[in-house]
């Protein structure tokens, strides 16, 4: 069974950066779908940013130039580099991943593979 962990969370000053990592257990380039999700105190689960097999990249909003979402097939890991940190920023950060998916997006239902989180807190 495939697994994923998160890495690179912590704390940060408002305007600095962090760099979250996903070690995924086994061939990262056999997914379709690869995303980052977050979840603030007291808010739904929101995805942040999705990245399909063609590299092609889609954000939200909020977060748009200032995230970028890769991978490094080699070492099977993904990456939510993530900069300009707001306190808006804070939340447990999920990876994902969708093996069949013949369209990537933020909906949640499509990815069944799950990480535990890394905790981000931005302060001002």
């Known amino acids: 069974q495939v697994r994923l962990a998160e890495s690179g969370g912590g704390s940060a000053q408002a305007g600095g950066s962090l760099r979250l990592s996903c070690a995924v257990s086994?061939?990262?380039?056999?997914?379709?779908?690869l995303g980052w999700f977050r979840q603030a105190p007291g808010k739904e689960r929101e995805w942040v940013a999705v990245?399909?097999?063609?590299?092609?990249?889609t954000y939200r909003d909020s977060v748009k130039g200032r995230f970028t979402i890769s991978t490094d097939n080699a070492e099977n890991t993904l990456y939510l580099q993530m900069s300009s940190l707001t306190t808006e920023d804070t939340a447990m950060y999920y990876c994902?991943?969708?093996?069949?998916?013949?369209?990537?997006?933020?909906?949640?239902?499509?990815?069944?593979?799950w990480g535990q989180g890394t905790q981000v807190t931005v302060s001002s």
């Open positions: 990245l399909d097999r063609f590299g092609t990249t």
């Open positions: 086994e061939y990262i380039g056999g997914f379709n779908c």
């Open positions: 994902a991943a969708a093996r069949y998916r013949a369209m990537c997006s933020g909906y949640q239902g499509d990815y069944k593979t």
